[in-house]
């Protein structure tokens, strides 16, 4: 029974690059989250969605991050022209449905910008 | 969003009971408590979750105060496996907001 899968594991961009995370939820889950954290601190939601639907970005920085789900194949969270702030460990988590389902996490993506 | 305070670090004995508390007074009556544990370059694992009685599962046990507004996770018997960071949460209609959680230190 597979889990959360998010790949790569580990990704190094240079400044200015863009930076591609995929997620691809449990089997039989809709809904996706993405989480950012930096070192030494808790996880900070991104942004909601279900298939093809964003349901709530509000923890998404305005510009430069966008997130897609689409009917087919895994969630994407997209960074363009990265700068070293973005560095960071981004997870990904599915669930059954909202509110009172737990998430499942992946391992997530280590993000390096050089 | 509703938030929770967690102490910042607990340490326990191996094989000794560990009750890690959560403050959640402005709940709402929709939340749900949801607990995770993360172990270091991991992501977060579900522990347990509850929204009025308490819960038990092979991991832990979940005990909710009367007014919701404070629950305690209890790990029966702790393992140095056990040691993790713990976030308390509150659920509700998808956004979850994850604290600093507590960091669980247990000595042999």
């Known amino acids: 029974n597979a889990g959360v899968m998010q790949n790569p594991r580990h990704l190094v961009r240079r400044r200015g690059q863009e930076a591609r995370l995929r997620c691809s939820p449990m089997?039989?889950?809709?809904?996706v989250y993405w989480y950012r954290q930096l070192p030494e601190e808790g996880l900070k939601f991104m942004v909601y969605?279900?298939?093809?639907?964003?349901?709530?970005e509000s923890g998404m920085p305005k510009e430069r991050f966008s997130a897609e789900f689409p009917k087919e194949g895994p969630s994407i969270l997209r960074i363009q022209q990265v700068v070293r702030g973005d560095s960071a460990a981004y997870f990904c988590?599915?669930?059954?449905?909202?509110?009172?389902?737990?998430?499942?996490f992946g391992d997530g993506t280590r993000l390096s910008i050089l | 969003d509703a938030k929770t305070t967690q102490p910042n670090s607990m340490e326990s004995n191996e094989e000794e009971p560990v009750h890690l508390p959560c403050n959640h007074s402005t709940i709402s009556g929709t939340d749900y408590i949801h607990w995770y544990r993360q172990l270091p370059s991991q992501g977060p694992e579900y522990v347990i979750h509850?929204?009025?009685s308490n819960v038990n599962n092979r991991m832990a046990s979940l005990a909710i105060a009367e007014d919701r507004k404070s629950s305690t996770l209890i790990l029966h018997r702790a393992t140095l496996r056990d040691a993790a960071v713990y976030y308390c949460?509150?659920?509700?209609?998808?956004?979850?907001?994850f604290g600093d959680g507590t960091t669980l230190t247990v000595k042999p």
């Open positions: 969605l279900q298939k093809e639907n964003i349901i709530d």
């Open positions: 988590a599915s669930s059954p449905g909202q509110g009172q389902q737990p998430q499942h």
């Open positions: 509850g929204l009025t």
């Open positions: 089997k039989g889950h809709s809904h």
């Open positions: 949460i509150l659920a509700n209609a998808g956004k979850s907001t």
